[in-house]
């Protein structure tokens, strides 16, 4: 019997099984951690925690600390007894031999094997359960009756005297077996969504992998891509201003040359007037340096070519030109959306409601499939009726995203975002078929971006099974892009957006698949 009193001792009060992990919460009682951490889950966000066993209150949500001398109790336990099940509770009668219990009573606090199980009594106030240690902890500490009711509103057990006249008396109740099973259901639940909250965690660790991948070679193009830029920009600067400060001593070696002609005209004036004062015309037509007057007026033309050369242009480089197209590759470079690199993923869902009949949405409602059966989906206000279409159950309405779709399962398809207020019935509720949608679509081999009903064809086919659509909401941008390698930029809508915006897909055969997104910026 001492073992079986040591074994109750060494039981969970949540699992009601020996301690796997042992820890202990400030009030001094110990549980298993994966029961406590269960138990403080389910406490998340009521605005405080307790303890299961004492019910004392925790402001903030208590520290676990490991109960090292219980856990070695435990290990010497279950190694001094290991032909005994974890959860056996032997007979209290069969004190000679332990035989295993079937049945344990509550009212008398005993447990009993088949014999003599058939001679207790069998009256109404004997209630037997499953074979147990802790009877004790069944009974209510005040009333010393079975507990036999859940108290919701204080979220404890109570006996028919608490619910009756006691502090708990007027408070919502509902038996054991119904509070065991809601709290099962919450218990499962949090395993769903841990289970959920790690395959995104997964998902995420694979996506940085990959981007850190894809950054390695789109670091080293960026890099040589700039150097050369820069390299292409020095040597262009070098030219420029040897042609700024080459022009004004062009026009001084020009004006040097000018007053040296001039000074050379002068000496020949000064000369003829001497000749010509002379009264012998035969020697003024002897002179030798009067035969070469007329030889200057060829010299005289290239001097005017090219003092009008230096007025009007200047010769070498258009620097205005040149200038120019700086000042706009200024503005362009100040444009650039650098967020398409460094952004990071989010998750877009897609909203059920609004899925036209023949679409089915998969269970994780990230792809769309196109069916020749009407799915026969709940009539709501917001489903599309006529183009087989669907949104996204979120919508933005401020910052900067981009999300993804993998559009190689289909041949007829159309990706893009819309205003809420979209029509869902009729020939212009189609996505870019109005004023309140921008689409990026493909039927057949032909590929083009629509708004406002407005077609516009693309040059180049979509040479990869992705596409981007970027939405810049305060800029009123919205970009689609070919994640072809490099990216490749297709179109940009350009206006003042009135209402939040929800992504939309379109399928017309086989199914496409949400694959990414951003956060906000």
């Not at 400030?26 to 303890?51: A, K, M, N, P």
Request: charged fraction near 30%; aromatic fraction near 6%.
């Amino acid at each position: 019997m001492a073992s079986a009193n040591l074994r109750a001792e060494l039981q969970c009060s949540v699992c009601l099984n020996i301690y796997t992990d042992p820890v202990m919460l400030r009030c001094g009682h110990d549980f298993c951690r994966v029961c406590i951490d269960l138990v403080l889950d389910t406490q998340e966000g009521s605005g405080g925690y307790s303890c299961p066993e004492c019910r004392e209150k925790f402001q903030d949500r208590p520290s676990l600390k490991r109960n090292i001398t219980l856990r070695n109790i435990v290990e010497n336990f279950l190694s001094a007894h290991p032909d005994q099940e974890e959860s056996g509770v032997f007979c209290t009668y069969c004190v000679d031999s332990p035989v295993p219990a079937v049945r344990s009573c509550l009212l008398c606090e005993v447990s009993l094997c088949d014999k003599h199980l058939r001679v207790h009594k069998k009256s109404t106030e004997h209630i037997l359960c499953d074979p147990t240690f802790s009877m004790e902890s069944r009974k209510c500490s005040v009333h010393k009756k079975i507990l036999e009711y859940y108290c919701t509103e204080d979220d404890t057990c109570v006996c028919v005297s608490c619910s009756m006249i006691g502090v708990h008396k007027g408070h919502e109740m509902t038996s054991l077996d119904e509070a065991s099973e809601k709290k099962k259901e919450t218990l499962q639940k949090l395993l769903t969504k841990r289970e959920e909250t790690e395959e995104r965690v997964q998902s995420l660790q694979y996506q940085r992998w990959k981007v850190e991948e894809e950054a390695a070679g789109d670091t080293e193009r960026v890099t040589v891509l700039f150097r050369d830029l820069r390299r292409l920009l020095e040597d262009l600067e070098k030219r420029v201003l040897r042609e700024i400060s080459g022009r004004a001593e062009r026009i001084s070696i020009s004006i040097r040359d000018l007053e040296t002609k001039k000074e050379k005209l002068s000496r020949k004036m000064r000369h003829i007037e001497e000749l010509c004062n002379m009264t012998d015309p035969l020697t003024v037509l002897q002179e030798s340096d009067t035969g070469d007057l007329c030889d200057t007026e060829d010299g005289d033309n290239e001097d005017r070519e090219r003092h009008e050369k230096l007025l009007h242009d200047g010769g070498g480089l258009d620097v205005a030109g040149i200038s120019h197209t700086l000042h706009t590759l200024y503005d362009i470079i100040k444009e650039v959306n650098v967020d398409l690199y460094i952004q990071g993923a989010a998750d877009i869902l897609l909203d059920v409601n609004t899925a036209q009949n023949n679409l089915h949405i998969s269970d994780d409602r990230k792809t769309v499939s196109w069916s020749h059966r009407n799915q026969k989906h709940p009539k709501t206000p917001e489903r599309f009726q006529y183009y087989y279409q669907v949104m996204s159950s979120r919508s933005f309405s401020s910052g900067r995203h981009y999300w993804e779709v993998d559009v190689g399962g289909s041949e007829s398809w159309r990706v893009g975002m819309c205003y809420p207020s979209i029509d869902r019935r009729g020939g212009q509720s189609g996505i870019g078929y109005n004023n309140k949608s921008w689409g990026l679509d493909r039927e057949g081999n032909q590929y083009k971006v629509i708004h406002d009903n407005k077609k516009i064809l693309l040059s180049t086919d979509i040479s990869s099974n992705r596409v981007r659509i970027d939405l810049d909401y305060k800029a009123g941008r919205i970009s689609f892009y070919d994640l072809c390698n490099p990216i490749r930029h297709l179109r940009t809508f350009t206006t003042t957006f009135t209402e939040p915006l929800h992504a939309g897909l379109c399928v017309g055969g086989g199914c496409i698949k949400i694959c990414g997104g951003t956060w906000e910026m």
